[in-house]
C-alpha cells in the first residue's frame, strides 16, 4: 500500500470521490441529460438508480479495492482468475480510456469558454441565439477543439503524475464547498428570471408518460457514470483507502455530494433554458449557450461566468484524473510500469481516441453524421462508454462480489477496523437481487423496443 501511495484521511477520500463524480457528469450531462429525457420523472428514476443500484455497487467496489489492494484487472484475477471475471476488469480499464477520450473534448470546450469569458466575449451576447451561433461555429473549429483537448489531457497528467496524497486528494479537498456556492447563487438567479416558471415546472412535477426503455437506460447511465461506478473508479481509489475507513458511510457521503450538486445544477440551468425560450431537448449544447446568456443578463455576470468556469475546469480536472488513475493503476499494479510511463502512455493513447469526438460536432462530416446511423461519433461512444459499458460493468461487479466472493467476505471486510453496519442485510439483499436483476430489466426492455422500432 505503502509504494503504490494512498489517502491520507477519510475527508480526502470523500473528496475526491465526491470529486470524481462533481464533475461534467453533474453540472453539465445531468441538466442536459433531463431535458432530453423528460425532466422530474427522469429525476425520479436517476434518484432511484442512485440509491438502489448505485450506493450498493459503489461500496461493492470500494470493498473489493480496499481488499485487493489492486486495480480492477487484478482485483478480480486475485480473486478469481476465471477468463469472465478478467475481462470484466478489462472492459472497466477499457472504460476509462475512452471515458476518458471524449469527456476531456467537453473538458476542452470548458477551457475554451473560461479563456472567452476572461475576454469578454459573451457581455455583449445578450440572446441565447446569440451565443448558440458562437457556440456552433467554436465547436467546430478543429485547431481550436483538439488544442483544448490536448490541454485538458496534459493538465490531469501533471496532476496524476504528483501521485494520490500530493496530487488527487490536495486537488480535491478545497474545490466542492466554493464550487456548490456558485451554484447556488446561479440557481437563485435562473429561477428568478421572467418565464422561468416552465423550466421549474418541467423539473418538479413528473410526467409517467415519458416512461420508456431508453429513458430508464439513460436515468441508470447518469447515475452510474455520475457516481463513477461501473468502471473500476471507486474501486481503484478504494484500493487506496486506509483499513480503519468506514465504507459505507464514505459511499453515502459521495452520493449525497453528487446527488445535491446534480439537483442544484438543474436549477441552474433547466429554469434558464424557458427563460431564454430554448428547448429542453437540445443536449449537451445547453450548458453552453444558455448559461453564457444568463451572465449577459447578471448584475456582476463578468464575475460569475469567469468564476463559473475556472471552477468548472477545476471540478472537471478532479473526475478526469479519477478516470485516468483506473489505466494508470493497471499498468503500473500488472505490468510494472512506473506512474510517469503509464501517466504518459495512458494520456497519448486517450488524445488520440479522442480526436473522432472532438470532430463530431461540425468539423468532420464524417464524424458529424456517420454513415447508416444518422448520428454523430461523440453520441455513439458516449452512449457506448456512458451509459452501456458502465451497465454492465455494475452488473458484473454486483454478482461478482454476492455470488462469487460472496457477502459473508465483504462484510468481514467492511467491518475491519471494528466498525458496524447496521444496513448489512438490506445491502447484501440490494447487491445480491435488485441491482443485477433492475439493469437486466433495463436492458431486457431496451433490447424489446429496438427490435420493435
Known amino acids: 500500500m505503502a509504494s503504490r501511495g494512498g489517502f491520507s484521511s477519510r475527508i480526502g477520500f470523500i473528496l475526491a470521490g465526491a470529486g470524481s463524480a462533481i464533475g461534467l457528469g453533474a453540472v453539465w450531462r445531468f441538466p442536459y441529460m433531463t431535458g432530453a429525457n423528460g425532466g422530474a420523472v427522469f429525476v425520479l428514476v436517476f434518484l432511484a438508480c442512485c440509491f438502489l443500484i448505485g450506493v450498493p455497487v459503489m461500496i461493492a467496489e470500494i470493498t473489493l479495492g480496499r481488499h485487493t489492494e489492486r486495480n480492477p484487472v487484478g482485483t478480480f484475477q486475485l480473486l478469481h482468475g476465471g477468463r469472465l471475471w478478467k475481462a470484466v476488469g478489462a472492459l472497466c480499464v477499457l472504460s476509462g480510456f475512452m471515458i476518458f477520450s471524449w469527456y476531456s473534448v467537453i473538458a476542452g470546450w470548458v477551457l475554451g469558454y473560461l479563456w472567452e469569458a476572461v475576454r469578454g466575449t459573451f457581455n455583449t451576447a445578450h440572446t441565447a441565439d446569440e451565443v448558440g451561433r458562437f457556440f456552433a461555429a467554436y ?20 496532476i496524476v503524475l504528483r501521485g494520490v496524497k500530493e496530487g488527487i486528494e490536495r486537488l480535491s479537498k478545497w474545490l466542492m464547498p466554493v464550487l456548490f456556492v456558485l451554484l447556488i447563487l446561479l440557481a437563485i438567479r435562473s429561477v428568478t428570471l421572467p418565464g422561468a416558471g416552465a423550466g421549474l415546472e418541467f423539473y418538479l412535477r413528473p410526467d409517467f408518460s415519458k416512461v420508456n426503455p431508453r429513458m430508464l437506460l439513460a436515468a441508470m447511465g447518469q447515475a452510474l457514470f455520475s457516481l463513477s461506478i461501473g468502471m473500476g473508479t471507486m474501486l481503484t481509489y478504494g484500493s487506496y483507502l486506509a483499513k480503519r475507513e468506514d465504507i459505507p458511510a464514505s459511499a453515502m457521503w459521495i452520493t449525497f455530494f453528487e446527488i445535491l450538486v446534480s439537483i442544484v445544477a438543474g436549477f441552474a440551468v433547466l ?3 424557458s427563460a431564454m ?73 486517450a488524445f488520440v481516441l479522442g480526436i473522432p469526438a472532438g470532430l463530431a460536432f461540425g468539423a468532420s462530416a464524417f464524424f458529424t453524421s456517420l454513415p447508416g446511423l444518422h448520428t454523430d461519433f461523440f453520441t455513439v461512444v458516449s452512449t457506448l462508454f456512458g451509459d452501456v459499458s458502465l451497465s454492465v460493468g455494475c452488473f458484473f461487479i454486483a454478482v461478482f462480489l454476492a455470488w462469487v466472493w460472496g457477502v459473508p467476505r465483504a462484510l468481514a471486510e467492511l467491518r475491519t477496523g471494528g466498525h458496524t453496519f447496521r444496513l448489512a442485510p438490506v445491502w447484501a439483499f440490494l447487491i445480491r437481487y435488485v441491482a443485477p436483476i433492475s439493469i437486466l430489466v433495463v436492458f431486457a426492455n431496451l433490447l424489446i423496443g429496438l427490435f420493435a422500432d
Open 277 to 349: 425560450g430554448q428547448s429542453f431537448t437540445e443536449g449537451p449544447r445547453l450548458i453552453f449557450v444558455v448559461l453564457p446568456s444568463i451572465f449577459a443578463m447578471m448584475p456582476g455576470g463578468y464575475l460569475f461566468g469567469v468564476g463559473f468556469y475556472v471552477l468548472v475546469i477545476i471540478a472537471v480536472l478532479t473526475s478526469t484524473v479519477s478516470i485516468l488513475e483506473v489505466p494508470v493503476a493497471y499498468f503500473v499494479d500488472e505490468r510494472g510500469w512506473s506512474r510517469r510511463a503509464a501517466t504518459l502512455f495512458v494520456s497519448g493513447v
Open 271 to 273: 429554469p434558464a433554458v
Open 139 to 158: 465547436v467546430s473549429h478543429a485547431p481550436t477543439v483538439l488544442f483544448l483537448h490536448f490541454l485538458i489531457i496534459a493538465a490531469t497528467a501533471g
